[in-house]
């Protein structure tokens, strides 16, 4: 079966810290795709990134970056210098090959503060 | 360009009655997914529809059945609502075996 996990609940900043959300995963597939949604106070969740299991190299993307480690089943977020515009849940999700079904973790709650 | 719409936004039920929810995909894409997401949790996946046909089906029971019409829009319809059917619904659309999905924003079914 797989799962995934997001430990922290949530997590508290004042705004231009870095902050990193942690995510691990469980599968026993070897091809699978990892994902990361924003979900603002409007419900909509917003695409951040995918990432296949075969491309462990790390992604920046502006203030957003991401580590993914098979050896630990782990997929961090970090943003760099967190705006108050940060603020919301963000969700860890796995899918597996050839499968459009997304599963998600419960989500970590991330307020920045002025 | 829209994005997904979903109506209606808010909706309260009883305890045993019926209710369809409604998705209009972006433009251009052809796959409905539906998701279910309970307070305080992540969203759980209810089924996809390509093709006017539910193509995955995740573990929910046979109350939950879907539509998708020739113009890619679907509809969600739960019978006999149960208290525990309270949640938020949410419609993804997407190209079929597309990199992204792309949410509405939902709508929050409220069972009393």
């Known amino acids: 079966a797989q799962k995934v996990t997001q430990a922290q609940t949530e997590i508290s900043v004042v705004e231009k810290e870095d902050v990193t959300l942690d995510c691990v995963y469980e599968t026993r597939d070897t091809t699978y795709y990892l994902f990361w949604y924003k979900q603002p106070p409007s419900g909509e969740l917003v695409f951040l990134i995918r990432r296949n299991s075969f491309d462990e190299q790390n992604e920046i993307s502006g203030r957003y970056s991401w580590n993914f480690q098979k050896s630990t089943s782990s997929f961090n977020f970090t943003i760099t210098a967190s705006q108050v515009v940060d603020s919301a849940v963000y969700f860890c999700a796995l899918s597996l090959y050839n499968t459009d079904k997304l599963i998600f973790g419960t989500g970590t709650r991330l307020q920045v503060f002025p | 360009d829209a994005g997904v719409t979903q109506s209606p936004t808010h909706l309260i039920k009883t305890r045993g009655q019926q209710v369809t929810l409604r998705c209009s995909p972006k433009?251009?894409?052809?796959?409905v997914s539906w998701y279910q997401q309970a307070l305080g949790q992540g969203p759980q996946f209810i089924f996809q529809y390509y093709e006017e046909e539910e193509r995955q089906r995740g573990n929910f029971p046979d109350r939950f059945s879907g539509h998708q019409f020739p113009n890619y829009s679907s509809e969600l319809n739960v019978n006999a609502l149960l208290l525990g059917d309270s949640a938020l619904y949410l419609c993804?659309?997407?190209?079929?075996?597309?990199?992204?999905?792309?949410f509405g924003s939902g709508t929050q079914l409220s069972v009393l």
């Open positions: 433009s251009g894409h052809d796959t």
């Open positions: 993804a659309s997407s190209y079929l075996g597309g990199e992204k999905l792309f």
